[in-house]
């Protein structure tokens, strides 16, 4: 078996029936380059042989009664590959308005805890094409629960799932964790609940520090955003359980050029300062838009950072988007100093410092918390941040998966009560793939605001000239 940590086992802790803790990625793939032409039952044999090489998605949850640490993986002695692969087709004319709209049903419900946490959709018929035409296109939605990937183990997963050549073999076989008795749960659990008070009494030092420097930093303006300090806007409410999504694709050397005419910014910062303009305007144009500035949250990855064990490893700052500035060049230099203060800050923080934290932190407390914060004013007159901004780079080479040639993917995350958007970007062949998800109650233009992508980048291109 292996022991979830904190982290890990918090996305199970926050979970509830409006709120599923599972991260998503859709995949438009081309099945004319499929060896011996696509069929689903060819795909199904082909996934079948590489989830042997893949043990993370043979694995389940298991706990005991008497336990008293997180859950832990074990693997699922009656696995069965149907449980999990789905087919369905998109109805006429099969846009990508009728996708997202598919797509947006299957992100709703709750992957089932008994099972391994994931499941793959094919979904045929994309652009009106028959899955028996020789140039059939498909996409491919996969859901995996954040208890068992972050994005860069979820990019990792995803890449085994997947190979540079139409034909790669598939890997060889893997073993798995093995499996537990609730007896050897309940005992391992016995042992690290003991040891916490020692941990505990190693966190604090570091803790205190890390808050007395974020003092001094905030003293001297030198500080990132902090929690609830951002303006309410009209994704900022207590979520229901629908979701919608969008998506728009860019192109990389744009985000590049614009990266380059300016000094000191990064491609991150431009992805930031394409998140601030599409926002900006969508809220103008409905007269919403606040007079400060909107603050993402936005994961920081920590692998080879932290010795800690998990399959999360993952910290996040707090970002100033600086929405309140019109012109496009003067935002994204403030975008760009904003996100360097605020990474020195996350730095200076601690890789490990919120792994540390979640790791004593009971399950009644989140569930507890997170219920009484979706029941309150606070999620709708004081979010802790806006939304979830992440940006996640992907392969540069062409990129096949089961044998068909992946041609755009588009990456979505969790969203949260307060929190009611998420937009995450992929990197992927010289394209920029943005995934955007939200609740249809509170963003039911999901797509004008992804349109809103093309625009922003025309003025930030305009900048440059």
């Known amino acids: ?106 992100a709703e419900s709750p992957l089932d805890r008994r099972r391994p946490l994931w499941e793959m959709w094919v979904i ?30 979820g990019a990792n997963l995803m890449s085994q799932l997947c190979g540079t050549e139409a034909d790669a073999p598939a890997p060889e076989p893997a073993g798995g964790v093995g499996g537990a008795s609730g007896w050897q749960i309940a005992a391992g659990g016995l042992v690290r609940f003991a040891a916490r008070p020692l941990q505990l009494a190693n966190v604090v030092p570091g803790t205190v520090s890390s808050a007395l420097a974020t003092l001094r930093r905030a003293r001297d303006g030198q500080a990132m955003a902090r929690p609830f300090a951002a303006p309410a806007t009209v994704f900022n409410a207590r979520i229901t359980d629908r979701r919608n999504i969008a998506f728009a694709e860019l192109d990389l050397d744009d985000v590049k050029r614009v990266k380059n005419r300016f000094e000191g910014v990064k491609v991150n910062d431009v992805v930031m300062a394409l998140v601030s303009g599409v926002l900006r305007q969508y809220l103008a144009d409905r007269n919403a838009l606040p007079g400060s500035s909107l603050v993402a949250s936005v994961p920081v990855s920590v692998h080879g950072k932290s010795d800690r064990p998990g399959r999360n490893q993952v910290s996040a700052m707090f970002s100033c988007l600086h929405t309140q ?5 003067e935002r994204l230099k403030a975008i760009a100093q904003a996100n360097s203060v605020a990474k020195e800050h996350s ?27 979706a029941r309150t004013r606070f999620t709708d007159s004081m979010p802790v941040h806006n939304l979830v901004v992440s940006n996640v780079p992907g392969p540069q080479d062409p990129l096949y998966m089961l044998g068909c040639e992946v041609k755009a993917m588009y990456p979505l995350g969790p969203i949260f009560h307060g929190s009611g958007l998420n937009i995450t970007a992929m990197s992927l062949q010289g394209k920029l793939d943005i995934g955007l998800i939200s609740c249809p109650d509170l963003l039911p233009d999901l797509w004008e605001m992804a349109d809103e992508f093309a625009a922003v980048m025309e003025e930030l291109l305009a900048a440059t000239r």
């Open 1 to 106: 078996m292996q022991r979830l940590s904190g982290l890990d086992a918090s996305f199970l802790y926050l979970e509830t029936s409006s709120q599923p803790m599972h991260v998503c990625s859709i995949m438009e793939l081309d099945a004319s380059t499929m060896p011996g032409g696509y069929t689903f039952d060819r795909l199904r044999d082909a996934l079948s042989l590489r989830i042997k090489a893949i043990p993370e998605f043979r694995e389940k949850l298991a706990n005991s009664p008497l336990n008293l640490d997180h859950p832990v993986w074990v693997d699922d002695d009656n696995f069965a590959l149907d449980r999990h692969l789905h087919r369905i087709a998109l109805p006429a004319p099969g846009g990508r308005a009728e996708l997202a709209e598919i797509c947006g049903h299957i």
């Open 347 to 373: 730095s200076a923080i601690g890789a490990s410092l919120l792994q540390d934290w979640t790791q004593f932190a009971a399950p009644a407390v989140f569930g507890i918390a997170m219920r009484l914060y």
């Open 124 to 153: 045929e018929g994309v652009a009106g094409t028959r899955a028996d035409d020789p140039q059939a296109r498909l996409a491919v939605m996969t859901k995996v629960h954040h208890a068992g990937v972050d994005g860069v183990t």
């Open 325 to 329: 500035i019109a012109d496009p060049a």
